[in-house]
């Protein structure tokens, strides 16, 4: 009788309490989530010895594999499928400017879209404020090539220049390539606007005596050397950053669909001037920076565009750098 009444008073005193608390109202559904106005900053923040490396993104492009040569449809889908990528509508293609920090020289790599080609392009400028920097802050400005998606961003939309205080270096056969008027009255209609954006793009460091070309192999700062990669264009060039035993390639447009061309580097793409010298040199590279493990930034590769090449069986696998590898140690970084 007495457990009975126990338990019936336990009951009783769960009833209350369940009563005393407050009864959940039906909320309606929450509204779904607006877009953002704006897109967060894109850059990157990496050590290379002393020196800081940033990526910044400039936005993205969409490439077709259909633009690639030397692959069936059916393989390149296959590769595709097995990257997560579509099949049936373009390939959404980074592209990346890289700052490095040597602590002599603030050097800039590539310059970005600005305005030619579109509204998911023309965010260097931007990302490189937020990451800390102004474009009085550049004195050295490299061109792995002059396509307009790396040369445009040296001008504003009136023709000035964006980078007051730099020097603009290119290889000397790229530079003969397109500032030759010759060869740009001779070129396809298609590629016309390309001579004119590398012209206009240049014309205001050339006339203040700020455009200076260099010959392959040339070194041409303190921890700053040239790597000639011709074929995608005629004086394509890669630069070689070294600092206290550590090194970084940055290799322009050796690679502009990851997810195919490492695999099969002997895939080429519409735009390589020389579609036989782009495999070689593509070949040559990735072999290379595969046996001595040098890290690489790639200009179409998936932001930050930083990683590693690694040797298979067949071809080649992307390794990128993971996000926040050299926090939160940064002792020893280069003073701005």
């Known amino acids: 009788m007495k457990n009975i009444c126990a338990r019936l008073i336990s009951s009783l005193a769960l009833v209350f309490t369940l009563a005393q608390m407050p009864v959940a109202l039906a909320l309606p559904p929450a509204p779904p989530p607006k877009p953002a106005a704006v897109e967060s900053p894109g850059f990157y923040r ?20 259909q633009l690639l040569k030397g692959i069936s449809a059916a393989d390149a889908n296959t590769l595709l499928q097995r990257a997560f990528h579509p099949v ?29 080609f579109g509204p998911t ?7 490189l404020k937020a990451a800390g ?7 050295t400005v490299l061109l792995t090539h002059m396509h307009p998606d790396h040369v445009c961003g040296l001008t504003d939309s009136a023709g000035n220049e964006v980078f007051p205080y730099a020097t603009v270096w290119v290889s000397k056969d790229e530079a003969a390539y397109w500032l030759s008027e010759e060869i740009a009255a001779k070129a396809p209609e ?25 010959l392959p192999g040339e070194v041409l700062l303190s921890g700053i ?28 447009d050796i690679v502009h669909n990851h997810a ?8 080429a793409i519409e735009f390589d001037i020389d579609t036989k010298q782009a495999i070689a040199t593509r ?24 990683g590693h090449v690694v040797a298979e069986k067949n071809g080649y696998r992307w390794a990128p750098v993971d996000f926040g590898q050299n926090f939160p140690d940064r002792e020893g970084a280069p003073k701005r």
């Open 133 to 139: 920097y102004e474009p009085e802050d550049i004195d």
């Open 225 to 252: 050397a040239t790597s000639p990669t011709p074929g995608h264009t005629p004086g394509h060039s890669g630069y070689f950053f070294a600092s206290q035993g550590q090194s970084l390639l940055i290799w322009g």
């Open 190 to 214: 298609g590629m016309q606007k390309m001579f004119s954006s590398a012209r206009d793009a240049i014309a205001p460091y050339a006339a203040s005596g700020r455009f200076k070309t260099f």
């Open 121 to 127: 392009l023309g965010n260097v400028l931007s990302n």
């Open 88 to 116: 049936d509508r373009p390939v959404q293609t980074s592209v990346n400017a890289y700052l490095v920090h040597t602590g002599q020289n603030i050097v800039l790599v590539d310059t970005g879209a600005a305005a030619c």
């Open 46 to 65: 990496m050590l290379l010895g002393d020196f800081e490396l940033i990526a910044l993104f400039d936005g993205h492009s969409r490439l077709s594999s």
């Open 283 to 306: 070949k040559k590279v990735f072999a290379d920076v595969a046996k001595k493990r040098i890290l690489v930034a790639g200009s179409h590769l998936p932001f930050p565009g930083i």
């Open 260 to 267: 195919i061309q490492f695999a099969r580097p002997e895939v």
